[in-house]
Nanobody, 119 residues
Framework: QVQLVESGGGLVQAGGSLRLSCAAS????????MGWYRQAPGNQRELVAT???????GYADSVKGRFTISRDNAKKMVYLQMNSLKPEDTAVYYCNADVRVTSRFQNYWGQGTQVTVSS
């Protein structure tokens, strides 16, 4: 079994910063693309940022220049540094990863961590 566990969410004032972490554990052969998604109440889950195993990154337009995704392959972790937070960044943030278990990759989600930005 593979688990993704997020941490680092919380309440912050607009303009503040938070750093989310996600740890992968279990019977992991290797990890491909990792990413962060978010879902605000009444909205669909949306992509925030992704990072490949060699460090290529991609961001939603709404977070470019404010958020930075990174990963530590040895520790099987992915991070999301969030700066200049806005009230519209309030959402549950989910970690996502393509994990090779035995001979094929499978997609996994974490349980989510709440980020609330007050104005």
């Amino acid at each position: 079994q593979v688990q993704l566990v997020e941490s680092g969410g919380g309440l912050v004032q607009a303009g503040g910063s938070l750093r989310l972490s996600c740890a992968a554990s279990g019977s992991i052969g290797s990890i491909g693309i990792m990413g962060w998604y978010r879902q605000a109440p009444g909205n669909q889950r949306e992509l925030v940022a992704t990072i490949t195993s060699i460090g290529s990154t991609g961001y939603a337009d709404s977070v470019k220049g404010r958020f930075t995704i990174s990963r530590d392959n040895a520790k099987k972790m992915v991070y999301l540094q969030m700066n200049s937070l806005k009230p519209e960044d309030t959402a549950v943030y989910y970690c996502n990863a393509d994990v090779r278990v035995t001979s094929r990759f499978q997609n996994y989600w974490g349980q989510g961590t709440q980020v609330t930005v007050s104005s």
